[in-house]
């Protein structure tokens, strides 16, 4: 796992994964590009790139719970993440998530399940920059109701479907 | 008691730098009343940490509700709702 600005090699990354591993029969991996936002109206003026913040510390502690998480329920052999932060220019790698399995089963279902929970639960921001300033993303509730199809989840609270205030999200998140 | 606390994205940027910071709270025993506590230090306090926006609660470090029990020592930090991957 690791939270970088540099960029990945996904070949690299999915021949590290299966290193050493016989017992693998399946590798699922899923990267996430900086896309064009004005393409689909979400802005006024086109995007020149994203800028990424994120929280050092809890970022890490988190998508480590989420790896442990993924082990646990889909039997996962071995995962890799890597998240980019700060300046990035269209059509950037922005995300990695690889993971190795027996069977292609858990595997697609473990690197899905996994991106779900990181679009709504790790402590990442994005800003979008164009020509007219910069601005920061609004979270999606839809990413909640993606996350909510994987039952219930040890630590997940609410994102944006947490509605403006806070109050109540989180209910017994930390057991 | 000593509380730490972070402000990430929007609310760091809607409060100005040089905003975190560590102090003596033994007024608030929550992270809920924390923030309210917090919200009344200033118009532009009481702006970015409303309750009309977005703003999302971790407790060492671990997302967490307003009800969540502060301690000697916490780092709490405030922020919107997450958008990576």
Known sequence: ???QEA???LG???AALREG?????AVASFVGTVREWALDGAAAAPTSGLVLEHYPGMTERSIEAMVD????RFGLRGVRVIHRVGPLALGDQIVLVAVSAPHR?????GCEFLMDWL???APFWKKEVSAQGAQWVDAREQDDAALARWGEVPGAVPNAAGGPDAEGQGQGSKA | MKISVRYFAKVRE???PGEDLSFEADGPATVGALRDWLAARSPRHGAALSHEQAVRTACDQVMCGADEALYDGAEVAFFPPVTGG
């Open chain 1, 1 to 3: 796992m690791a939270v």
């Open chain 1, 7 to 9: 960029d990945f090699d």
């Open chain 1, 12 to 14: 690299n990354e999915v």
């Open chain 1, 21 to 25: 591993d016989t017992g693998i029969g």
């Open chain 1, 69 to 72: 998480e993924g082990i646990r």
């Open chain 1, 105 to 109: 089963r858990a595997a697609f279902q």
């Open chain 1, 119 to 121: 679009k709504t639960q």
């Open chain 2, 14 to 16: 809607a409060l100005g």
